[in-house]
């Protein structure tokens, strides 16, 4: 396991979709003259700047979210004012999300890429945030500020509730972008798959009682995560109320061939020199591993409370699913790193729990020290998929038979391990 980890159509739905309060894609066009200035020719960010590749722009058009992209810098000329800026920026943010949502569970219709398919969600979110950095409104704006409301509810942070209904537990996950896509810039996340097609769905445990899942899709960022987003993402499912979580389980891909629930997650990151999608170092390494900014207390390890032998014994196929009791620390009174097998020493230090020193322990981390602060009776942990393989060898092929069976046998399995995990014990 430790090798492992080293080794390591549109228009008239988007009409519906938008808020009456909020001008149409459609009306949009109509007032663009009045409201902006020209667009301006700016730097994009490195992860926009990869939108210069056509195979983006084709991910978006076969996933049918053309139309979002399309009209988005006419629907930023309608606002007059930075309220209705904020408001249009949220809007638009929840219908991609939500139109993303029902695309991959086959209730949106458009574009011949398998429904399940996260990627045009990831790059069309990618062209509207272009968009707006060239937007240049006839009034002062915070970008910044727009931007991240933007992203939150186009992954699923705003207007996505639990609905209220006696007897129904209510599970909690997360998912991942996209990443590496320097190396291969068709690369899909099962993770984020599985979160657009499990969010909203009613189940069936093991034990036949009945659950919805919830579920959010997050950046591949160092720095939106040193911005609380992970926090922002599970507080409203940690607290009491509606929206309250029985489970949470943060999810993203791992090993080849294997699930692996990991047991212990690390405050540390240290995977430099392997950046994040912004192209961007965390700053901690193996030899020297630094904490991530904005933590609050917490020990250096944290340990899953998911029912790992119930789930490891119950769900075994098509791939099996193990628990992963890999870290990486450094011993009280030493100075080097040590790998162990067994978990954590007595006031070692961490350097990388099972899920190593990147953002897939880090969200394991950040939202379970959450979860034992404010909801520790809860069951919280992480889940490593199967690295999705299956691309075709043409690099102009975007999609095949073996990538799109891959892709639904991970979040089928998915869905079996949380029906398993969130029986009420």
Same mark, same amino acid.
């Given at each position: 396991m430790m090798l492992l980890?080293?080794?390591?159509?549109?228009?008239?739905?988007?009409?519906?979709?938008?808020?009456?309060?909020?001008?149409?894609?459609?009306?949009?066009?109509t007032d663009t003259a009045s409201a902006c200035?020209?667009?301006?020719?700016?730097?994009?960010?490195?992860?926009?700047?990869?939108?210069?590749?056509?195979?983006?722009?084709?991910?978006v058009e076969r996933g049918g979210l053309r139309d979002f992209v399309r009209r988005f810098p006419a629907a930023l000329c309608?606002?007059?004012?930075?309220?209705?800026?904020?408001?249009?920026?949220?809007?638009?943010?929840?219908?991609?999300?939500?139109?993303?949502?029902?695309?991959?569970?086959?209730q949106r219709p458009g574009g011949d890429l398998a429904s399940g398919d996260d990627r045009p969600l990831y790059w069309a979110r990618l062209g509207m945030t272009a968009a707006l950095a060239r937007w240049q409104p006839q009034f002062t704006v915070d970008r910044a500020g727009l931007r991240a409301g933007f992203e939150d509810a186009s992954r699923g942070l705003t207007d996505?509730?639990?609905?209220?209904?006696?007897?129904?537990?209510?599970?909690?996950?997360s998912g991942f972008d996209p990443f590496g896509l320097d190396a291969e810039i068709r690369r899909a996340n099962p993770s984020g798959s599985a979160a657009l097609q499990l969010n909203g769905r009613r189940v069936t445990l093991a034990d036949g009682s009945p659950a919805e899942i919830r579920a959010v899709v997050l950046p591949v960022r160092y720095a939106d995560?040193?911005?609380?987003?992970?926090?922002?993402?599970?507080?409203?499912?940690?607290?009491?109320?509606?929206?309250?979580?029985?489970?949470?389980?943060?999810?993203?891909?791992?090993?080849?061939?294997?699930?692996?629930?990991?047991?212990?997650?690390g405050r540390a990151r240290s995977a430099d020199p392997y950046p994040d999608n912004a192209r961007a170092l965390s700053g901690g390494t193996r030899e020297h591993p630094v904490t991530a900014p904005g933590l609050?207390?917490?020990?250096?390890? $944290? #340990?899953?409370? &998911?029912?790992?032998?119930?789930?490891?014994?119950?769900?075994? %196929? =098509?791939?099996?699913?193990? *628990?992963?009791?890999?870290?990486?620390?450094?011993?009280?009174?030493?100075?080097?790193?040590?790998?162990?097998?067994d978990g954590p020493t007595p006031g070692s230090r961490a350097v990388?729990?099972?899920?190593?020193?990147?953002?897939?322990?880090?969200?394991?981390?950040?939202?379970?020290? $959450? #979860?034992?602060? &404010?909801?520790?009776?809860?069951?919280?942990?992480?889940?490593? %998929? =199967?690295?999705?393989?299956? *691309?075709?060898?043409?690099p102009q092929q975007l999609t095949g038979p073996e990538f799109e069976r891959n892709e639904s046998a991970i979040t089928a399995e998915v869905r079996a391990v949380l029906e398993h995990a969130a029986v009420r014990r």
């Open positions: 980890r080293r080794a390591a159509s549109a228009a008239a739905l988007l009409v519906t979709v938008l808020p009456v309060t909020i001008a149409s894609p459609a009306h949009a066009a200035r020209p667009p301006a020719s700016v730097p994009l960010d490195a992860e926009q700047s990869r939108l210069a590749d056509a195979r983006t722009t084709a991910l309608t606002a007059r004012n930075p309220a209705e800026a904020e408001r249009l920026l949220d809007a638009w943010g929840e219908a991609l999300w939500q139109a993303s949502v029902r695309r991959a569970q086959g996505n509730a639990f609905r209220t209904a006696p007897g129904i537990r209510r599970i909690f996950i995560f040193d911005a609380g987003m992970v926090e922002r993402a599970f507080a409203p499912h940690l607290t009491a109320g509606p929206a309250a979580a029985d489970i949470i389980t943060t999810v993203s891909q791992g090993y080849p061939g294997i699930f692996t629930l990991e047991d212990w997650a609050g207390p917490g020990p250096e390890f $944290l #340990r899953t409370t &998911l029912p790992a032998d119930a789930v490891t014994a119950a769900v075994q %196929t =098509p791939y099996p699913v193990l *628990l992963n009791s890999d870290v990486t620390e450094i011993p009280a009174g030493g100075t080097a790193p040590v790998d162990r097998a990388a729990g099972g899920g190593g020193g990147y953002l897939s322990n880090e969200v394991a981390y950040r939202s379970n020290r $959450l #979860r034992a602060e &404010l909801a520790p009776h809860l069951p919280g942990g992480h889940l490593h %998929t =199967p690295v999705l393989t299956g *691309l075709p060898a043409d």
